[in-house]
């Protein structure tokens, strides 16, 4: 596990987009793992910038999101749906059809999960997932007490998460459940990087770091071979002095 820690939230923005970009310039079919919240935005605004000047294509890319709410058409402004065309498909040369996420109008929302997870096993699994933090440490929608073996689900939001999540809702209106990626799912990308700004990950941080248990959902990371944690100094400021050496100070060394 590699953490690199960054000053200036923007200059981690443009590693985390820089390191995406070269991806898909090694392998233009690449299958890239997407997450959303509020966290990626200034990723994706990067990684449009990016794209743009050195006119990478991403006609190739295929996509896979690690969840969407159940009962929200893709139209809703809530909706991952919609949150993915408007920062990030729509500015650069995706094909769409190639971009999947779970069906939240889906008529069985556990057939959905459970096709979700063969359409991610079929186009020959992750290369590259990119992942946020909860503040509960969850990661896609995997809450507190999600089992380590988990596959793509229907899963129940926990209050803290609805509350996390509740400002993009102008309605007040969220929805109790999700599909979710699984732990196991996200476990078996090939490489992984989890971006985490500013002091209200610091905890989530701290504990995802700290003993590998289903109560810190993202402490599985820990098992995994190749994770990148990209955080600012507010995010790891919890971290207890003997992990620091286990940090990287990063400051413009863009990969
Ligand atoms: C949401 C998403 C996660 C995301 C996390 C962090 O609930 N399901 O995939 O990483 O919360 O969100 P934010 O970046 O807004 O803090």
Do not use: W
């Amino acid at each position: 596990m590699k953490i690199l820690s960054f000053k200036a939230t923007h200059d981690l923005e443009k590693y985390a987009a820089t390191l995406i970009l070269n991806e898909v310039q090694k392998k233009p079919r690449l299958v890239l793992g997407l997450a959303t919240g509020r966290t990626m935005v200034g990723v994706y605004q990067e990684l449009v910038h990016l794209a743009q000047n050195t006119f990478t294509s991403f006609k190739e890319v295929t996509t896979f999101n690690l969840d969407e709410y159940v009962g929200l058409s893709e139209l809703h402004p809530a909706s991952f749906h919609s949150y993915m065309n408007e920062k990030l498909f729509s500015h650069l040369s995706f094909d769409t059809t190639h971009c999947f996420l779970p069906r939240g109008m889906a008529l069985n929302a556990e057939a959905e999960a459970l096709r979700y997870e063969n359409e991610i096993q079929k186009s020959g699994g992750i290369d590259f997932q990119l992942l946020g933090l909860g503040q509960n440490a969850h990661i896609g929608f995997n809450e507190p007490g999600s089992s380590f073996h988990s596959r793509t689900r229907l899963v129940q939001l926990s209050p803290a998460t609805k509350a996390q999540n509740l400002f993009a809702f102008s309605d007040g209106q969220i929805p109790d459940t999700a599909i979710s990626m699984g732990l196991a799912t996200i476990m078996r990308s090939k490489k992984i990087l989890l971006v985490v700004t500013g002091a209200s990950k610091a905890v989530p941080l701290r504990d995802c770091l700290a003993d590998v248990n289903e109560y810190v959902p993202a402490s599985i990371l820990q098992r995994h071979a190749a994770v990148t944690i990209l955080a600012d100094e507010e995010a790891l400021s919890l971290i207890p002095e003997s992990q620091k050496k286990l940090i990287t100070r990063t400051d413009h060394n863009l990969p």
